[in-house]
């Protein structure tokens, strides 16, 4: 097995996308079985969320320290938007986890 780039395993930490199947492609059948497969790796997306929601932390962090001890507000900005870009992201994934949760397969 030929051994992932630090890239993409950085992409794979953060990101969820390449655990998941097209469930529009293919006859009935495969796309009953690529709903099925979503499903079961729906399980590691609270995994995904407790990482964004570190990155969160600590960038809020960041921003309030840049912000409060070093008196730099228009700096802080650096750090405070990728927190809030971290909620959405979130947001996103608990979605994703509901609609696996509680839908019903597509037909």
């Known amino acids: 097995m030929q051994e992932l780039s ?8 953060f990101f969820f996308e390449w655990l998941f199947m ?9 796309r009953a079985a690529a709903w099925k497969h979503n499903q079961v790796q729906a ?9 964004w929601l570190w990155c969160a932390a600590v960038f809020y962090g960041l921003g309030g320290v840049v912000e409060l001890l ?4 228009a700096v ?5 938007v990728p927190s809030a870009l971290s909620v959405s ?6 979605a994703a986890w509901l609609g696996f949760k509680m839908l019903a397969e597509p037909h």
């Open 6 to 13: 630090f890239r993409t395993r950085l992409y794979r930490y």
């Open 22 to 30: 097209d469930v529009n492609k293919g006859n009935i059948f495969e």
């Open 43 to 51: 399980q590691w997306l609270p995994t995904y969320m407790r990482r």
């Open 70 to 73: 070093l008196g730099e507000p």
């Open 76 to 80: 802080s900005a650096i750090f405070y």
């Open 89 to 94: 992201v979130n947001a996103v994934i608990a």
